[in-house]
């Protein structure tokens, strides 16, 4: 069984940054794959980034290519979301997630098979 605790949301203005953590207990961190994901009021999840058990391969979605940078420390058993010049579209819940699949990242919601409560990020204009 695994446990994620997300922590550091907020509120920012365009433009700033935030940088979310993921802490992770339960099986072997170092072992297995991990993504962030986010959802807006009114609409569904979605993918925003996935980085392999070793932190050497990462993986964004479009949206935040370029600005959101995924990273790991697996002996701190936590996973973090650097998150720069940041938008009002980016203003969600933000939640990550274990894939105990060591193969390709992926990118389905279903694919993943732990969760955290996530943490509401609100950027205003």
């Known amino acids: 069984q695994v446990q994620l605790v997300e922590s550091g949301g907020g509120l920012v203005q365009a433009g700033g940054s935030l940088r979310l953590s993921c802490a992770a207990s339960?099986?072997?961190?170092?072992?297995?794959?991990m993504g962030w994901f986010r959802q807006a009021p009114g609409k569904e999840r979605e993918f925003v980034a996935a980085i392999s058990w070793s932190g050497g391969t990462r993986y964004y979605a479009d949206s935040v290519k370029g600005r959101f940078t995924a990273s790991r420390d697996n002996a701190k058993n936590t996973v973090y979301l650097q998150m720069n010049s940041l938008k009002p579209e980016d203003t969600a819940g933000y939640y990550c997630a274990a894939d105990l699949d060591s193969g390709p990242l992926r990118h389905r919601i279903d694919e993943y098979d732990y969760w955290g409560q996530g943490t509401q990020v609100t950027v205003s204009s």
């Open positions: 339960g099986g072997t961190f170092s072992s297995y794959h």
